[in-house]
């Protein structure tokens, strides 16, 4: 008789090999005809609300793994609250106009913006963005992200457009948006004004010099020494700003010495920094001739080292003691507490350099050149004149276009402005309520705020949100008022905003709108700047959030640590700047950059970056999502192919075990499950486990905290399933009665692991699970469609097991590791072959009481051996002793034990083999 064909052998088309980038595309076919989100949302209607409101990336290339675990997390967020009994609307978002989109459609279609018309510029951007955000979506979809694509939030529509007016007209009636001339950041290559979140350091090297400023009138105080050879000694790292300058800064407290050279001149500068400016001017003595405090040299005059000009002496508490001379440049058209220290003496502003970074007729014979073309020149002209004290190379952090990675300058321009401080305390507030996770985003935030300069607002580019204002052609002051947004919004709604640039003001505003600042009616000039394309983001809670999905706030915000100064403060900015209200979120989720393999910055031109759609094809995009997940991703995430070949074996474990249980639950009816009374200890043990786990991972989900999840379920399958109970219950599941009441109980705990770990990791492998659940059985409670469609379970209180049973347990395990330890001695030694030809002998010291009450067969299973014998010993220590079992060998089980021939009719077998067979009809 073939007794093989009675083994109750696995039966799954559950694959062992994934083939995931095949697999994928026709799952993400099947979800999409199945309308997954809308079905999903029907499911939860009436749940608690949990919204991510999705912060938009530019839409002006293809993805990148940042963007992709970006998504992949967001995802995994959104599924596991939809899978914990929560409605989970989820709106995909893009940031489509600035200067990304401009630099970009420059740079690839070859365009001259300036040969353009505005419109027609304006048109093109559109095209660009738009096509980009298709590209994107393809993308988002291919990572598995559940959303509603079909009706994303574009901040370019002209409905946004429409509300984000809105947003501006009621900053600016609160009185924090005004128009004013200071320094701002500003980009000569792009020819714009930059916010901070549009800046990036790098170290530059450069040429720091001291100059010498010849005095020029000394108010009558210092008369008694030789003032035609006394210098005021200034020190400055941007040559360039040099013929900007108006002033010279001491601090009002700090003493300040003039120092006599043995060359004849005497130079003033700070008492404390003496030894130092003096050793870099090349001398090894001088004396100090008399000090005083800054204060006493205010209102003094020094002539400019190269152009027919003064200097004036100003006091400043800014001034510092820790470099340079204590004598601060001060140029007020290129630094903001040169500004406001200049306003403060009522000077002149001096801005000479114009919008392309080149100097103006103000700087003499340096006018047309750039600021770094100029360096060199004015650093020998300085020399030759010996107004050059000293020169030194160094290399210094300096801040870069975000877009164009060129320098940036410092620059006074008119510009429009959100004024910060009028509320900053309002805005610290806000963000006091909010969860920060990590939490020290909290101080990051604040602090952030508090330091922060005023907003600048405006940009001088085409493509953006046309500022809403327009300007009285008799008085020349700006006006916004409640009519004018209303109107501006309305137009916008119906045509867009291009219609700014092809309709006068006159058809744009209320007929016989009159200027309420002078009752003039000769007209309107519309402003020619556009908005920031950080006010456009920073107004999505309103202009899309509340006003298509209508609620507000949103539960959780999610983005890259940079969002600290860009996405989560403008949001937090328009939010309590506009409306009042506090932040736009509850939650404030951070994640790091990606990385390569040795934790360097990736970049295609170092040959070391990975391309998301790469990962797609080789890997397949959950082991993306594993990778996202099993990341701690508040730092920052590496991310290599030995990286991805590493996940890819951590998800067979999984993908194993799914297909372990798989096979063994053919034929198997979930709808009749084993009570748990009546499974057997060792099933109710592996529940036991199972429920542990299901803590784990919940708490891991609470805390967004997905490496938990990931690692916890990894340990399970390999230790507590492969390693431990999966290998002892092979033998009941295959040779015990098909439907006997200790094969179901194991499978009743197979289904319910099965079935939980499905649901533990659909969140993540949204995929794989999803295929599990397809070729699993499922309860006539569950819905079959798709895991997504069913909650998580909770834990199985029925069968657990006390503590001490549980202790007892983890004793077993612990004797099982050393037992299998003896046994690959005994193997080595030729005592036996496979363990199933071994009888295991247990001397364990009398107070041990682990093993009492179970029986020797049910202990030689758990060891995977044919007889187990337990002894009692006064010895202190664990002796194990393995030998030959005695016995036939079953020819069914191959167990070695004395039952076998105890059935005539099926002498080979041993008896509980024998009545398995004889339940089988056809045997």
């Keep these: 008789m073939d007794y093989n064909k009675t083994i109750n052998l696995p039966k799954t088309e559950f694959p062992m090999r994934a083939g995931l980038p095949k697999r994928e595309p026709e799952m993400l076919k099947r979800w999409e005809a199945e309308d997954i989100y809308h079905e999903l949302l029907k499911k939860n209607e009436g749940k608690p609300l949990f919204n991510l409101h999705d912060g938009p990336p530019f839409s002006n290339g293809s993805i990148h793994m940042g963007t992709a675990m970006n998504k992949a997390i967001k995802d995994i967020i959104t599924r596991s609250y939809a899978m914990r009994g929560y409605y989970t609307p989820y709106i995909p978002g893009w940031d489509n106009h600035g200067m990304p989109i401009e630099s970009a459609i420059i740079k690839q279609n070859k365009l001259n913006r300036k040969a353009m018309s505005v419109p027609e510029f304006r048109s093109a951007c559109h095209e660009f963005a738009q096509h980009y955000v298709g590209v994107q979506m393809e993308a988002f979809k291919r990572i598995g992200v559940v959303g509603d694509w079909d009706h994303p939030y574009l901040t370019m529509d002209p409905g946004f457009e429409a509300e984000e007016v809105k947003v501006f007209g009621e900053m600016y009636k609160k009185g924090y948006i005004y128009k004013g001339l200071k320094p ?511 803590e784990k991972c919940f708490k891991g989900y609470d805390e967004y905290e997905f490496l938990t999840v990931t690692h916890a379920v990894n340990d399970f399958c390999v230790v507590e399933m492969s390693n431990f109970y999966l290998d002892i219950i092979k033998d009941r599941l295959y040779c015990d009665e098909t439907d006997g009441q200790s094969r179901r109980s194991a499978q009743t705990a197979l289904f319910l692991i099965l079935d939980t770990m499905t649901k533990i990791m659909a969140p993540i492998l949204c995929f794989t699970c999803d295929e599990i659940w397809q070729a699993m059985p499922h309860r006539e409670s569950d819905d079959g469609r798709n895991v997504l469609f069913n909650d998580m379970n909770r834990p199985f209180a029925d069968c657990a097991l006390d503590e001490e049973t549980m202790e007892r347990w983890n004793k077993v395990i612990k004797l099982r590791d050393v037992v299998n330890q003896a046994l690959e001695t005994a193997r080595n030694e030729k005592k036996i072959g496979k363990s199933l030809e071994a009888k295991v002998v247990l001397t364990v010291p009398a107070f041990e009481t682990a093993l009492d009450g179970m029986d020797a067969e049910a202990l030689a299973d758990i060891l995977i051996v044919s007889q187990a014998e337990v002894r009692k010993s006064d010895m202190n220590v664990l002796k194990v002793d393995v030998e030959p079992a005695g016995g036939a060998k079953c020819e069914r089980c191959w167990k070695q034990i004395a039952s076998v021939g105890s059935d005539s009719a099926h002498p080979t077998l041993c008896a509980r083999c024998a009545a398995a067979v004889a339940s089988i009809p056809e045997f």
């Design 184 to 694: 701002v950041y500003w980009c000569p290559h792009d020819e714009t004004a930059l916010a901070e979140a549009e800046i990036e350091y790098q170290d530059d090297p450069c040429t720091t010099v001291y100059v010498k400023f010849p005095m020029h009138e000394d108010q009558g105080k210092l008369s008694h020494l030789d003032t035609a050879k006394l210098f005021f000694v200034i020190w400055t790292t941007t040559i360039w700003t040099l013929p900007g300058n108006l002033a010279i800064a001491l601090h009002p407290s700090e003493s300040y010495a003039v120092v006599k050279a043995p060359n004849g001149e005497s130079y003033i500068m700070a008492e404390a920094l003496v030894e130092k400016v003096m050793g870099l001017g090349g001398f090894d003595t001088w004396e100090i001739v008399e000090t005083h405090p800054g204060s006493f040299f205010e209102n003094m005059e020094a002539d400019h080292p190269f152009l027919p000009k003064t200097s004036r002496l100003v006091n400043a508490d800014y001034v510092t003691m820790d470099s340079g001379t204590g004598c601060v440049h001060t140029a007020p058209g290129f630094g903001a507490d040169d500004y406001q220290t200049c306003r403060r003496y009522n000077m002149d502003m001096v801005v000479p350099v114009d919008d392309q970074g080149k100097h103006t007729d103000y700087a003499g014979k340096y006018a047309g050149m750039s600021t770094d073309e100029s360096n060199p020149v004015i650093l020998a002209d300085m020399k030759e004149s010996g107004m050059l004290f000293a020169s030194e190379d160094i290399v210094h952090s300096y801040p870069h276009c975000w877009r164009c990675k060129h320098p940036i300058i410092f620059r006074a321009t008119p510009q429009w402005f959100c004024s910060v401080e009028s509320f900053k305390d309002e805005a610290c507030a806000a963000a006091d309520e909010v969860r920060w996770v990590p939490k020290w985003g909290i101080d990051r935030m604040k602090s952030m705020i508090r330091e922060r300069t005023d907003w600048c607002i405006s940009r001088q580019r085409r493509w953006g949100l046309p500022i809403p204002v327009v300007y009285c052609r008799d008085c020349g002051k700006p006006v916004v008022t409640d009519e004018t947004i209303s109107a501006i919004s309305a137009l916008f709604a119906a045509e867009g905003s291009n219609a700014w640039f092809e309709k006068d003001a006159a058809d744009i505003l209320p007929g016989g709108f009159a200027c309420p600042h002078c009752g003039g009616k000769s007209g309107f000039d519309k402003e020619e700047d556009t908005l920031d394309g950080w006010f456009d983001s920073g107004s999505t809670h309103f202009a899309s959030m509340k006003k298509d999905q209508g609620f507000w706030p949103a539960t959780m915000y999610l983005e890259g640590l940079d969002q600290y100064r860009g996405w989560f403060q403008s949001s937090l900015l328009t939010a309590v700047g506009a409306f009042g209200r506090g932040a736009p979120f509850r939650e404030c989720v951070t994640h790091g950059w990606t990385v390569d393999g040795e934790g360097k910055a990736m970049h295609k031109s170092a040959g070391n970056g990975m391309d998301p759609a790469e990962v797609f094809e080789k890997y397949g995009a959950d082991i993306l999502r594993l990778w996202a997940a099993n990341s701690d991703y508040h730092a920052d995430v590496r991310c290599s192919h030995e990286i991805f070949k590493q996940l890819s074996q951590n998800y067979l474990k999984f993908r194993n075990t799914a297909r372990y249980c798989l096979g063994n639950l053919s034929g198997f009816d979930p709808n009749r499950l084993t009570p748990a009374a009546e499974m057997e200890e060792l099933d109710r043990w592996a529940v036991a486990r199972l429920n542990a786990l299901m």
